[in-house]
Every structure is written in structure tokens, then in C-alpha cells.
């Protein structure tokens, strides 16, 4: 399952997000042709990535912020970017432009913390911004769990382009990543899942102030459960233009 797109853009223009997703992209793109040396790579990562062991052995905290603008791959980015894209927008617009960029970083490097524990020896690179983007999904699986949300499944030769709640789609996604933490060894690389973990339960916790300052349920009663803007309408609607038929 994939998800595509939200029912509910911005009533605003998520400046901070849109900012995320280019630094991204630019940073990717600047180290790009890294990938076609192996050993150049390697120390590129080794250089900004976030290793466990050399936060727990020799206090060295910078990593946690790097690496959540580095990439091991395009798909990786693409991946990113795209959840970013879907959810970052309503928490920018319900929390304000600076505040937002605070609970991503916030969110990110406690992502990272999250690994540690979870490997404190481990000397394998983790990079991704995935760990702060389960931050953003984390606090608006609280602020807008009836959002609706348009996901893409695909099974063997099925596609089908399904609209669920957002609450599905993220409670699914993180008994997976908790899940998966568990029967997995976090010191022998991998997918972070545990980073994915931490990032979630840190945006909830993050987001519940504001939450209770909304009214708690009373905000979800008032807006149903979604951010508060018209949703948008994907349906496919006939044209108005009328078919010409060519005689037989």
C-alpha cells in the first residue's frame, strides 16, 4: 500500500515543507555522483551519517542532525518525500511555520536517539529523514485520524487506487515498523525501524499540548476528525464537450 495524495490540502502555503522537501532534494543531488564510487560513499556516510557507537562512545551528536537530510538512494527520497508531502502540509498549517520546523527537527533527532537505544554499538550508518516524518505522521494520526487519505494497492498484476482514513493507514504503518523492530537485530543494519518507531510515538507526544489546547475530542467533534479546509474533489467528471462521430 502507497499512499498518493490527502483529501484535505493546506488552507495555507506549507512554506516549511516545501523548503524540507527541496533541501532534500538539493542535498541528494549534491553527493549523487558518490554513488558510482563505493569507498567515497562509505566515508561520505561515515562522515555525516548518524552511527550509534560513536554517539555512545565518543559523544558525537552531530550525526543525529545530518542524517536526517541524507539518502541511501532515489527511491529512498522519493519515498520520503512523498509522506512529507502528504501529511507535513496540515501539521505546518495547525501548528505555525516556525513551530512546525522545530517539532520536525525535534521529531528527527529523537528518531535517531530512538536508534541508538536500540543499537548503541552498532558502527552501521543510518541516514533518511524517515525517522522526522514519523514524527509528522505521529501527530496527525492525533490531530486528524478521519482524514481521508486516497492509497495505492498493488497486488501481483492489481492496482487499485483505494480512499481509507488517515488512522488506518498510519496505525497500520507503525505496528509494522513496531513489529518489525522486534524480530530484527537494530546493530546489524537494516531498515531503522525502531528510528520509525521513536519518531512516531515523539510526534504524537509532541503534538498532544497542542491537541489538549484545541479542546481534545471537542476538536475532533468540531472538524470530524480532519483539518479544517474543503476537501478536495478527485472524482472524474464528464465532459462538457461534445463527442464527434465519423460516419462508418
Same mark, same amino acid.
Given at each position: 500500500?502507497?499512499?498518493?495524495?490527502?483529501?484535505?490540502?493546506?488552507?495555507?502555503?506549507?512554506?516549511?515543507?516545501?523548503?524540507? =522537501?527541496?533541501?532534500?532534494?538539493?542535498?541528494? @543531488?549534491?553527493?549523487?555522483?558518490?554513488?558510482?564510487?563505493?569507498?567515497?560513499?562509505?566515508?561520505?556516510?561515515?562522515?555525516?551519517? *548518524?552511527?550509534?557507537?560513536?554517539?555512545?562512545?565518543?559523544?558525537?551528536?552531530?550525526?543525529?542532525?545530518?542524517?536526517?537530510?541524507?539518502?541511501?538512494?532515489?527511491?529512498?527520497?522519493?519515498?520520503?518525500?512523498?509522506?512529507?508531502?502528504?501529511?507535513?502540509?496540515? *501539521?505546518?498549517?495547525? *501548528?505555525?511555520?516556525?513551530?512546525?520546523?522545530?517539532?520536525?527537527?525535534?521529531?528527527? *533527532?529523537?528518531?535517531?536517539?530512538?536508534?541508538?537505544?536500540?543499537?548503541?554499538?552498532?558502527?552501521?550508518?543510518?541516514?533518511?529523514?524517515?525517522?522526522? @516524518?514519523?514524527?509528522?505522521?505521529?501527530?496527525?494520526?492525533?490531530?486528524?485520524?478521519?482524514?481521508?487519505?486516497? @492509497?495505492?494497492?498493488?497486488?501481483?498484476?492489481?492496482?487499485?487506487? =483505494?480512499?481509507?482514513?488517515?488512522?488506518?493507514?498510519?496505525?497500520?504503518?507503525?505496528?509494522?515498523?513496531?513489529?518489525?523492530?522486534?524480530?530484527?537485530?537494530?546493530?546489524?543494519?537494516?531498515?531503522?525501524?525502531?528510528?520509525?518507531?521513536?519518531?512516531?510515538?515523539?510526534?504524537?507526544?509532541?503534538?498532544?499540548?497542542?491537541?489538549?489546547?484545541?479542546?481534545?475530542?471537542?476538536?475532533?467533534?468540531?472538524?470530524?476528525?480532519?483539518?479544517?479546509?474543503?476537501?478536495?474533489?478527485?472524482?472524474?467528471?464528464?465532459?462538457?464537450?461534445?463527442?464527434?462521430?465519423?460516419?462508418?
Amino acid at each position: 500500500m502507497f499512499p498518493i495524495r490527502d483529501h484535505n490540502p493546506s488552507g495555507r502555503t506549507p512554506y516549511v515543507t516545501y523548503a524540507l =522537501i527541496a533541501l532534500n532534494v538539493v542535498i541528494f @543531488i549534491g553527493y549523487w555522483p558518490l554513488f558510482n564510487d563505493a569507498r567515497a560513499l562509505n566515508q561520505f556516510f561515515f562522515d555525516w551519517a *548518524m552511527i550509534p557507537a560513536r554517539v555512545t562512545q565518543m559523544g558525537e551528536y552531530s550525526g543525529l542532525f545530518t542524517s536526517m537530510f541524507l539518502h541511501g538512494g532515489l527511491m529512498h527520497l522519493v519515498g520520503n518525500m512523498l509522506f512529507l508531502w502528504i501529511f507535513g502540509d496540515n *501539521m505546518e498549517d495547525r *501548528m505555525g511555520h516556525l513551530p512546525y520546523l522545530a517539532f520536525y527537527l525535534v521529531s528527527g *533527532m529523537g528518531a535517531s536517539l530512538a536508534q541508538v537505544l536500540a543499537g548503541p554499538l552498532s558502527m552501521v550508518p543510518m541516514v533518511g529523514a524517515s525517522g522526522a @516524518i514519523a514524527g509528522v505522521m505521529g501527530g496527525y494520526l492525533l490531530l486528524f485520524p478521519f482524514a481521508r487519505v486516497d @492509497i495505492l494497492v498493488i497486488f501481483i498484476v492489481f492496482f487499485r487506487i =483505494i480512499t481509507i482514513p488517515a488512522a488506518i493507514l498510519l496505525v497500520l504503518w507503525f505496528a509494522i515498523q513496531l513489529f518489525s523492530g522486534i524480530g530484527v537485530d537494530a546493530g546489524n543494519g537494516g531498515v531503522a525501524y525502531w528510528a520509525h518507531a521513536g519518531g512516531f510515538v515523539i510526534g504524537a507526544a509532541l503534538t498532544l499540548p497542542l491537541f489538549l489546547r484545541l479542546g481534545g475530542r471537542r476538536f475532533w467533534n468540531m472538524t470530524d476528525g480532519k483539518p479544517p479546509h474543503p476537501e478536495a474533489d478527485y472524482t472524474y467528471r464528464r465532459t462538457s464537450i461534445p463527442r464527434v462521430r465519423y460516419p462508418k
